[in-house]
């Protein structure tokens, strides 16, 4: 299968303070990535979704300005968690989906467990 | 929306059985049905999909079954072993639009060596 991978995997920061999550798909180019977020026992909650080279759409809930999506190129999707606090503590994780071949699979990276402190 | 209802929960089987997890769709247009596994603080890994134009999918252990009247899904595991052990997610998509997965809530498997 495709090969998504995400950095870093782990990050501890103090509390007001931003992070920035890389999503990269390695062996394929993603039309499409996808955030999920992730909370210890609990299914996927889809937070966003980004095209490449347009605006993402966020799902009902999360705060756009405060997740920040970058999708610049095909193999690139970027979180950003500005002013982190310490109930943004989760399991994040994304995804990609390549258009080739009429394929509509989504492969998921490592994930990133951010703990804000 | 879609919804997806996943049982069970939790799941322990005995090495060298079998393990069924079941899950239901809402939506009668989703028409695509994947199947992932998450280990203990890793990403979701696809296992096995499953499309409305057939009814069952083997993938040598694993098996998926579809019944589109119903509107149910089925994940099979036969000769389980210990490394099966981790959290499976069913998941169901439209393939249109945006083609959200909409997932389920997860079973916990666990196989007893």
């Known amino acids: 299968g495709a090969v998504v991978s995400q950095h870093p995997s782990r990050v501890i920061c103090k509390s007001g303070t931003s992070v920035k999550i890389e999503c990269r798909s390695l062996d394929f180019q993603a039309t499409t990535m996808f955030w999920y977020r992730q909370f210890p026992k609990q299914s996927l909650m889809l937070m966003a979704t980004s095209n490449e080279g347009s605006k993402a759409t966020y799902e009902q809930g999360v705060e756009k300005d405060k997740f920040l999506i970058n999708h610049a190129s095909l193999t690139l999707s970027t979180l950003t968690v500005t002013s982190a606090h310490p109930e943004d503590s989760s399991f994040y994780i994304c995804?990609?989906?390549?258009?080739?071949?009429?394929?509509?699979?989504?492969?998921f990276g490592p994930g990133t467990r951010l703990t804000v402190l | 929306g879609e919804n997806v209802e996943q049982h069970p929960s939790t799941l322990s089987v005995q090495e060298g059985d079998s393990a069924v997890i079941k899950c239901t769709y809402s939506d009668s247009a989703s028409n695509y049905f994947p199947w992932y596994k998450q280990e203990l603080g890793k990403g979701p890994q696809l296992i096995i999909d499953i499309r409305s134009n057939v009814g069952e999918k083997k993938d040598q252990r694993i098996a998926v079954t579809l019944n589109k009247t119903a509107k149910h899904f089925s994940l099979h595991i036969t000769e389980t072993q210990p490394e099966d052990s981790a959290v499976y997610f069913c998941?169901?998509?439209?393939?249109?639009?945006?083609?959200?997965?909409?997932f389920g809530t997860g079973t916990r498997l666990t196989v007893i060596p």
């Open positions: 995804s990609a989906r390549g258009a080739s071949g009429g394929s509509y699979t989504q492969y």
């Open positions: 998941a169901a998509s439209t393939q249109t639009g945006a083609n959200n997965l909409f």
